[in-house]
């Protein structure tokens, strides 16, 4: 990571545009003492090692700190400048996160994982305690009062009767001090510093619900999404996918375009778009494009022999990732065995809008602005497409019409890029509706196995449980290698798909226990529109969709209240507190599932589904309604018990855990990719409906758990695990019915009462 | 052959070179006069993100031929209301903080915006039927009935 004359043209740059002033005179006001760690104002690289690469006090007194993650109106910038605040003493107000960009920031990794607080905020944490240490040396000096005398409060430092502020100290100019890096790149990136952190105990920014900046711009309209951003000569790009999936251009006949515009074909290899000056004669222009495909291959299954060919598939990669005491022993001395399979379909991202980005390639440098979440990395990818080093390109990330994982954002970005390449025009391309639902890379398809052995007085003594499905990173979580992207792949990039899964995250502690995951191969290669890779909280709502149920037809079988049930076998005492919580704010009944059955055509249940995720743990209570006539199932009520350690922003979090409620119920009850022998056929919303209002709760509770001793844990992925399982077991316990195959659509229910009362 | 078809938007008098006379209002919005608030969603009428009010009813702008609009009013987010004099739904969006990545917010907001105009008094029945079709896939959903069930006291 070295740091190129072009960033540091770029970063300063940034610091004047931002109201810094770059000086190059020794500071004022500083002893040599202080010099020799704060320096003069020469720009130092930017890498993880150096200070100025975290944080900056503008000329101003106000703050800005450099984040390599991004926010997805998630509230995370809020919390970073509430923590960045807090380590320097400075109020919230004064603090700007500038996120994203690879001219400012290091590569935190992007957003990934939920990491955003728990791995992400450290470095700009340590990073602000660090600044805070260095100035409040710099003041005892220029003060001539011992830093044991001092105190600092809102970037002010004072003691002995005298006073001297952050900005007077070295306000626009650069502390030139280093740190300690981890040699980590991505995700947990860390610096270690001398300065001490302060304690939780001391908070006073930390904790509070502070408000989003992001949202005022976006009720008035003034804001730039990545669709907003353009660049003088910038023309317009619609990229043309085939209709065949595997199939490649043959002959390309341009004739209709004659009459539109300036549109005109650009083709490299089996990669083809249209460009135009105006974005309507792109769109036109990609419909009017004759196009002779090659023959079909029928790569894909029968859609409803999916799960068959799970089933048969060969196991290609296989992990057992928890293996206690003796399973097979256990299963042949049960007195019961309870079998079940589960099975989940593919997914897409269909993000609100499909994906946009503009690239403005040049001969020796270029700038991409993307709306993919891991901006650094897409980069590096786009450095690799178009052949420049990494250091002359800049990724800027600009929010994307919504952004749940590896969606179709960095697809566009590496389009956009090679199209202005092979152009030496801005370009900017923004995908059609079917380029965000039918070409995004897929939430992959699976199918579970879990089997459990009771002893004579009902105890669970072995269980386990198997996931077999696609790999959740045929292409990588992010594009920073162009052969994880459809143009690198059209370009004919060797393939370097991975297999990956998971299994359940829980604490029962049966005696017996083994989780184990199996990979099969992909149903085709390359250029696939069921190409798999991460969609948030990966295969977490799958494999929990099915877990979390089978802990309820255990408690069913042995005729338990799920609740105590659970209590029963979980260890984590973290574990049955968000069980208790969450039973307790949603009014929980204490009887075993099902309910008492009740006539009339609206049945009502609930249910109660839990799990961990990276430290964070929570528990759903689903209260639904089923109608018998229509198969509508309605999560009327939600309630959420959330522990994800110390609570940095209150109110962000409740945001956070309401939109993972409802993208968790539309996975849950109507998601599904549809697809015959050789295409997608969810191209829009008809396609590939999600939930909407009619369906939304009445109300979703939250019950927040703060533990101020115990480091924070991610929030934006852990709840939307235990919708899919919570909603299932609701379903059992209105109707007495079991539906192991989600989504649990209008359908799906209707056969299932039938065949229940057949 | 192009055409010039000539509007209102947001009050001012705005004229669009049209080439195509199928192309729809949201290009002519977003590309000809370079405005920031319709978006594109769908294309296809499934997802409320480009919605505007024509002549005080809300329409999908993405199927609308430009040419359909000649002498209407167009109305945007911008002409719905400014911080500086905001319309009820904007004042309640901003104090439930609904947006998350925002890119649906338009959509709800403008046809939110055109039903209370009908029906201020609208229970949360109809309400949820006045909006059924917009997608908000963060899963705001109910944030946005908490803001509009706040922007309708606000109104009363
Ligand atoms: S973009 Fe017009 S309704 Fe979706
Ligand atoms: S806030 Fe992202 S789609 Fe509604």
Same mark, same amino acid.
């Given at each position: 990571?070295?740091?190129?004359?072009?960033?540091?043209?770029?970063?300063?740059?940034?610091?004047?545009?931002?109201?810094?002033?770059?000086?190059?005179?020794?500071?004022?006001?500083?002893?040599?003492?202080?010099?020799?760690?704060?320096?003069?104002?020469?720009?130092?690289?930017?890498?993880?090692?150096?200070?100025?690469?975290?944080?900056?006090?503008?000329?101003?007194?106000?703050?800005?700190?450099?984040?390599?993650?991004?926010?997805?109106?998630?509230?995370?910038?809020?919390?970073?400048?509430?923590?960045?605040?807090?380590?320097?003493?400075?109020?919230?107000?004064?603090?700007?996160?500038?996120?994203?960009?690879?001219?400012?920031?290091?590569?935190?990794?992007?957003?990934?994982?939920?990491?955003?607080?728990?791995?992400?905020?450290?470095?700009?944490?340590?990073?602000?305690?660090?600044?805070?240490? @260095?100035?409040?040396?710099?003041?005892?000096?220029?003060?001539?009062?011992?830093?044991?005398?001092?105190?600092?409060?809102?970037?002010?430092?004072?003691?002995?009767?005298?006073?001297?502020?952050?900005?007077?100290?070295?306000?626009?100019?650069?502390?030139?001090?280093?740190?300690?890096?981890?040699?980590?790149?991505?995700?947990?990136?860390?610096?270690?510093?001398?300065?001490?952190?302060?304690?939780?105990?001391?908070?006073?920014?930390?904790?509070?619900?502070?408000?989003?900046?992001?949202?005022?711009?976006?009720?008035?309209?003034?804001?730039?999404?990545?669709?907003?951003?353009?660049?003088?000569?910038?023309?317009?790009?619609?990229?043309?996918?085939?209709?065949?999936?595997?199939?490649?251009?043959?002959?390309?006949?341009?004739?209709?375009?004659?009459?539109?515009?300036?549109?005109?074909?650009?083709?490299?290899?089996?990669?083809?778009?249209?460009?135009?000056?105006?974005?309507?004669?792109?769109?036109?222009?990609?419909?009017?494009?004759?196009?002779?495909?090659?023959?079909?291959?029928?790569?894909?299954?029968?859609?409803?022999?999916?799960?068959?060919?799970?089933?048969?598939?060969?196991?290609?990669?296989?992990?057992?990732?928890?293996?206690?005491?003796?399973?097979?022993?256990?299963?042949?001395?049960?007195?019961?065995?309870?079998?079940?399979?589960?099975?989940?379909?593919?997914?897409?991202?269909?993000?609100?809008?499909?994906?946009?980005?503009?690239?403005?390639?040049?001969?020796?440098?270029?700038?991409?602005?993307?709306?993919?979440?891991?901006?650094?990395?897409?980069?590096?990818?786009?450095?690799?497409?178009?052949?420049?080093?990494?250091?002359?390109?800049?990724?800027?990330?600009?929010?994307?019409?919504?952004?749940?994982?590896?969606?179709?954002?960095?697809?566009?970005?590496?389009?956009?890029?090679?199209?202005?390449?092979?152009?030496?025009?801005?370009?900017?391309?923004?995908?059609?509706?079917?380029?965000?639902?039918?070409?995004?890379?897929?939430?992959?398809?699976?199918?579970?196995?879990?089997?459990?052995?009771?002893?004579?007085?009902?105890?669970?003594?072995?269980?386990?449980?198997?996931?077999?499905?696609?790999?959740?990173?045929?292409?990588?979580?992010?594009?920073?290698?162009?052969?994880?992207?459809?143009?690198?792949?059209?370009?004919?990039?060797?393939?370097?798909?991975?297999?990956?899964?998971?299994?359940?995250?829980?604490?029962?502690?049966?005696?017996?226990?083994?989780?184990?995951?199996?990979?099969?191969?992909?149903?085709?290669?390359?250029?696939?529109?069921?190409?798999?890779?991460?969609?948030?909280?990966?295969?977490?709502?799958?494999?929990?969709?099915?877990?979390?149920?089978?802990?309820?037809?255990?408690?069913?079988?042995?005729?338990?209240?799920?609740?105590?049930?659970?209590?029963?076998?979980?260890?984590?005492?973290?574990?049955?507190?968000?069980?208790?919580?969450?039973?307790?704010?949603?009014?929980?009944?204490?009887?075993?599932?099902?309910?008492?059955?009740?006539?009339?055509?609206?049945?009502?249940?609930?249910?109660?589904?839990?799990?961990?995720?990276?430290?964070?743990?929570?528990?759903?209570?689903?209260?639904?309604?089923?109608?018998?006539?229509?198969?509508?199932?309605?999560?009327?009520?939600?309630?959420?018990?959330?522990?994800?350690? @110390?609570?940095?922003?209150?109110?962000?979090?409740?945001?956070?855990?309401?939109?993972?409620?409802?993208?968790?119920?539309?996975?849950?009850?109507?998601?599904?990719?549809?697809?015959?022998?050789?295409?997608?056929?969810?191209?829009?919303?008809?396609?590939?409906?999600?939930?909407?209002?009619?369906?939304?709760?009445?109300?979703?509770?939250?019950?927040?758990?703060?533990?101020?001793?115990?480091?924070?844990?991610?929030?934006?992925?852990?709840?939307?695990?235990?919708?899919?399982?919570?909603?299932?077991?609701?379903?059992?316990?209105?109707?007495?019915?079991?539906?192991?195959?989600?989504?649990?659509?209008?359908?799906?229910?209707?056969?299932?009462?039938?065949?229940?009362?057949? | 052959?192009?055409?010039?078809?000539?509007?209102?938007?947001?009050?001012?008098?705005?004229?669009?070179?049209?080439?195509?006379?199928?192309?729809?209002?949201?290009?002519?919005?977003?590309?000809?006069?370079?405005?920031?608030?319709?978006?594109?969603?769908?294309?296809?009428?499934?997802?409320?993100?480009?919605?505007?009010?024509?002549?005080?009813?809300?329409?999908?702008?993405?199927?609308?031929?430009?040419?359909?609009?000649?002498?209407?009013?167009?109305?945007?987010?911008?002409?719905?209301?400014?911080?500086?004099?905001?319309?009820?739904?904007?004042?309640?969006?901003?104090?439930?903080?609904?947006?998350?990545?925002?890119?649906?917010?338009?959509?709800?907001?403008?046809?939110?915006?055109?039903?209370?105009?009908?029906?201020?008094?609208?229970?949360?029945?109809?309400?949820?039927?006045?909006?059924?079709?917009?997608?908000?896939?963060?899963?705001?959903?109910?944030?946005?009935?908490?803001?509009?069930?706040?922007?309708?006291?606000?109104?009363?």
């Amino acid at each position: 990571m070295n740091a190129p004359t072009e960033f540091s043209h770029n970063r300063r740059d940034f610091l004047k545009a931002s109201g810094a002033l770059v000086v190059s005179v020794a500071m004022a006001g500083l002893s040599a003492d202080a010099l020799a760690q704060t320096g003069s104002a020469g720009k130092p690289p930017l890498v993880p090692g150096e200070l100025d690469s975290w944080v900056a006090v503008l000329k101003d007194g106000s703050i800005a700190a450099y984040f390599g993650k991004i926010d997805m109106g998630h509230c995370l910038d809020v919390a970073i400048a509430q923590i960045v605040a807090e380590e320097l003493d400075v109020a919230f107000e004064r603090v700007t996160v500038y996120m994203g960009d690879t001219a400012t920031s290091c590569n935190q990794g992007g957003a990934s994982g939920s990491f955003g607080i728990s791995a992400g905020a450290k470095p700009l944490r340590h990073a602000a305690a660090e600044a805070r240490r @260095i100035l409040v040396a710099a003041a005892s000096t220029h003060l001539g009062v011992p830093v044991g005398q001092l105190a600092v409060a809102d970037g002010v430092v004072s003691g002995g009767g005298k006073r001297i502020s952050y900005g007077e100290l070295i306000g626009g100019k650069y502390f030139n001090a280093k740190v300690e890096w981890n040699r980590k790149v991505g995700n947990f990136m860390d610096i270690k510093v001398q300065a001490k952190l302060k304690s939780p105990a001391d908070y006073k920014v930390v904790g509070k619900p502070f408000r989003r900046r992001d949202v005022v711009n976006k009720v008035f309209g003034t804001m730039d999404w990545i669709t907003e951003i353009s660049v003088p000569g910038m023309v317009h790009a619609r990229v043309i996918r085939p209709v065949i999936a595997g199939s490649v251009p043959l002959k390309v006949d341009d004739a209709a375009l004659r009459s539109i515009g300036d549109a005109r074909v650009v083709r490299a290899s089996n990669f083809l778009a249209v460009v135009a000056s105006k974005e309507w004669d792109a769109v036109r222009a990609a419909q009017a494009l004759k196009v002779e495909w090659s023959a079909a291959t029928n790569p894909f299954p029968v859609m409803e022999k999916l799960h068959d060919h799970i089933r048969a598939a060969k196991v290609e990669k296989s992990e057992q990732r928890v293996k206690i005491g003796d399973v097979e022993g256990a299963f042949r001395t049960a007195a019961r065995i309870i079998e079940a399979e589960y099975e989940w379909p593919f997914q897409s991202h269909a993000s609100m809008g499909p994906a946009c980005a503009v690239a403005d390639v040049k001969k020796d440098s270029a700038t991409i602005w993307t709306g993919s979440q891991k901006p650094h990395y897409t980069r590096d990818g786009v450095a690799e497409l178009i052949g420049l080093p990494a250091e002359q390109v800049r990724g800027i990330w600009v929010m994307g019409p919504g952004s749940y994982g590896r969606n179709d954002g960095g697809d566009a970005a590496l389009d956009a890029a090679f199209l202005s390449k092979l152009t030496g025009l801005p370009v900017r391309v923004q995908g059609m509706r079917a380029d965000g639902t039918a070409w995004d890379p897929k939430g992959p398809a699976s199918v579970h196995r879990a089997r459990a052995a009771l002893d004579a007085s009902g105890k669970v003594i072995a269980y386990e449980y198997i996931s077999k499905g696609f790999s959740r990173v045929n292409i990588a979580t992010n594009e920073a290698d162009p052969s994880d992207s459809l143009v690198g792949q059209e370009l004919g990039m060797p393939l370097k798909p991975v297999m990956g899964y998971g299994t359940p995250e829980e604490s029962y502690g049966f005696a017996n226990k083994r989780l184990a995951w199996e990979t099969i191969a992909p149903l085709l290669a390359r250029s696939s529109p069921l190409r798999t890779s991460h969609l948030r909280d990966p295969v977490g709502p799958d494999i929990h969709f099915g877990s979390e149920q089978f802990i309820d037809e255990l408690a069913a079988a042995v005729g338990e209240d799920p609740v105590a049930f659970r209590l029963r076998y979980v260890t984590a005492p973290r574990d049955a507190a968000v069980i208790r919580a969450a039973a307790a704010k949603a009014g929980w009944q204490s009887r075993p599932s099902p309910g008492p059955r009740h006539a009339g055509d609206i049945l009502a249940g609930r249910g109660i589904a839990y799990a961990q995720r990276n430290g964070t743990v929570v528990a759903t209570v689903a209260e639904v309604e089923v109608d018998r006539r229509t198969g509508r199932i309605w999560a009327k009520k939600v309630t959420v018990a959330h522990d994800c350690g @110390i609570i940095v922003n209150p109110e962000g979090l409740r945001y956070a855990i309401e939109g993972n409620v409802v993208h968790g119920l539309s996975r849950t009850l109507m998601e599904e990719v549809r697809f015959d022998r050789n295409s997608v056929t969810s191209v829009d919303w008809a396609s590939y409906p999600i939930l909407e209002i009619q369906d939304a709760p009445e109300s979703i509770e939250v019950a927040l758990i703060n533990h101020p001793e115990i480091a924070p844990s991610g929030a934006g992925e852990p709840t939307i695990r235990t919708i899919p399982a919570a909603v299932a077991n609701a379903f059992f316990d209105a109707t007495g019915i079991r539906l192991r195959r989600a989504p649990m659509t209008p359908a799906r229910v209707l056969a299932a009462i039938a065949a229940a009362s057949a | 052959m192009a055409t010039i078809v000539k509007f209102t938007v947001d009050g001012k008098a705005r004229s669009v070179k049209v080439d195509d006379p199928a192309m729809p209002l949201l290009y002519a919005l977003r590309d000809d006069l370079k405005m920031k608030a319709p978006h594109f969603g769908c294309g296809v009428a499934q997802c409320g993100a480009c919605t505007v009010h024509v002549d005080g009813e809300a329409v999908r702008s993405c199927v609308l031929p430009v040419t359909a609009v000649k002498g209407k009013q167009v109305t945007t987010i911008h002409g719905l209301g400014t911080p500086q004099q905001p319309h009820p739904l904007q004042t309640a969006f901003v104090e439930e903080q609904v947006p998350q990545c925002g890119y649906c917010v338009n959509g709800w907001m403008m046809t939110a915006a055109a039903f209370l105009k009908k029906k201020p008094k609208a229970s949360d029945g109809e309400i949820r039927e006045a909006l059924a079709g917009l997608k908000c896939r963060c899963g705001t959903h109910v944030s946005i009935m908490r803001a509009i069930k706040r922007a309708q006291k606000q109104m009363a």
